[in-house]
T-cell receptor
Framework: AQKVTQAQTEISVVEKEDVTLDCVYE???????LFWYKQPPSGELVFLIR??????QNEISGRYSWNFQKSTSSFNFTITASQVVDSAVYFC?????????????FGTGTRLLVSP | DTAVSQTPKYLVTQMGNDKSIKCEQN?????MYWYKQDSKKFLKIMFS???????INETVPNRFSPKSPDKAHLNLHINSLELGDSAVYFC?????????????????FGPGTRLTVL
């Protein structure tokens, strides 16, 4: 069965520090998709990134970067030079191709607190 | 330009009542979803509809009945509300229903509806 583990419940950093949020997943499928979503204090869920299982190329978007490693079933998210506005709960999610349908399985989330 | 909208944003009601949450998307997507986020922030899919047809039903109590009048709307009706139904309910949509290998299967979420059952 598919499963997503975000072992870090809460992380506190000071502004401008770099921080990495860990995500480890389990799946029996060879084709799957990984996602990160951000939930700021206002409560909405904001899509950040989607990654295919066959594309292990790392991605950078501004201060955000993602490290996908199939060998360790991990899809970690790094924020460089964190800012107070980065304070949020971040969710990693997995969707398997073999189900035929989009069905996101979420991790339990990591709460990031960035203090000034 | 709201992409996925939900009404109401907050809903406070008594046990035993029946209530509905509405969801609309203006993205032209074919597939819509309902997720429940509990008090511990855990998100779990409840239902998925594609072009008004139910495609995923995740063993949700039959007190919950989704209704899709057209592919831009997916409403959630809850009968005989219980204390345990208190949660944040999120609606989402995606272009495709299946795993397409393209970005069209990315789900975009609404702002959520916080339901409190007293």
């Amino acid at each position: 069965a598919q499963k997503v583990t975000q072992a870090q419940t809460e992380i506190s950093v000071v502004e401008k520090e770099d921080v990495t949020l860990d995500c480890v997943y389990e799946t029996r499928d060879t084709t799957y998709y990984l996602f990160w979503y951000k939930q700021p204090p206002s409560g909405e869920l904001v899509f950040l990134i989607r990654r295919n299982s066959f594309d292990e190329q790392n991605e950078i978007s501004g201060r955000y970067s993602w490290n996908f490693q199939k060998s360790t079933s991990s899809f970690n998210f790094t924020i460089t030079a964190s800012q107070v506005v980065d304070s949020a709960v971040y969710f990693c999610a997995l969707s398997e191709a073999r189900t035929g349908f989009q069905k996101l399985v979420f991790g339990t989330g990591t709460r990031l607190l960035v203090s000034p | 330009d709201t992409a996925v909208s939900q009404t109401p944003k907050y809903l406070v009601t008594q046990m035993g009542n029946d209530k509905s949450i509405k969801c609309e998307q203006n993205l032209g997507h074919d597939t819509m979803y309902w997720y429940k986020q509990d008090s511990k922030k855990f998100l779990k899919i409840m239902f998925s509809y594609n072009n008004k047809e139910l495609i995923i039903n995740e063993t949700v109590p039959n007190r919950f009945s989704p209704k899709s009048p057209d592919k831009a709307h997916l409403n959630l009706h809850i009968n005989s509300l219980e204390l345990g139904d208190s949660a944040v309910y999120f609606c989402a949509s995606s272009q495709d229903q299946g795993i397409s290998g393209r970005d069209t299967d990315t789900q975009y979420f609404g702002p959520g509806t916080r339901l409190t059952v007293l």
